[in-house]
């Protein structure tokens, strides 16, 4: 089992920047490559970002790219996106996921285990 906690959403104003962090605990951090999701009001949940286990691959949404990034520090067993240039569609609640090996995966099916989730309210 691993669990996953994100911290880090709140309200920010357009433009503006925020970091999510996603705590794992359980079995070995550096075996699954980490994912985040969002869930914006009235909308399924999509992709995000993908960063493999050892932190060389990155892959994001084209909705996000060149504005987020996602890293991860294996030593403190966590996972962070840092968010810039904010926009009021950014809006939604976050999730973070983990996925067993360091496969690309963009899909919800693909993860095993999945945080509760942080809200991110961008105002404009």
């Known amino acids: 089992q691993v669990q996953l906690v994100e911290s880090g959403g709140g309200l920010v104003q357009a433009g503006g920047s925020l970091r999510l962090s996603c705590a794992a605990s359980?079995?070995?951090?550096?075996?699954?490559?980490m994912g985040w999701f969002r869930r914006a009001p009235g909308k399924e949940r999509e992709f995000v970002a993908h960063?493999?286990?050892?932190?060389?691959?990155?892959y994001y949404a084209d909705s996000v790219k060149g504005r987020f990034t996602i890293s991860r520090d294996n030593a403190k067993n966590t996972a962070y996106l840092q968010m810039n240039s904010l926009k009021p569609e950014d809006t939604a609640v976050y999730y973070c996921?983990?996925?067993?090996?360091?496969?690309?995966?963009?899909?919800?099916?693909?993860?095993?285990?999945w945080g509760q989730g942080t809200q991110v309210t961008v105002s404009s």
């Open positions: 359980g079995r070995t951090f550096s075996s699954y490559g």
């Open positions: 996921a983990a996925k067993y090996g360091s496969s690309r995966a963009t899909g919800e099916r693909e993860y095993d285990y």
């Open positions: 960063i493999g286990w050892s932190g060389g691959s990155t």
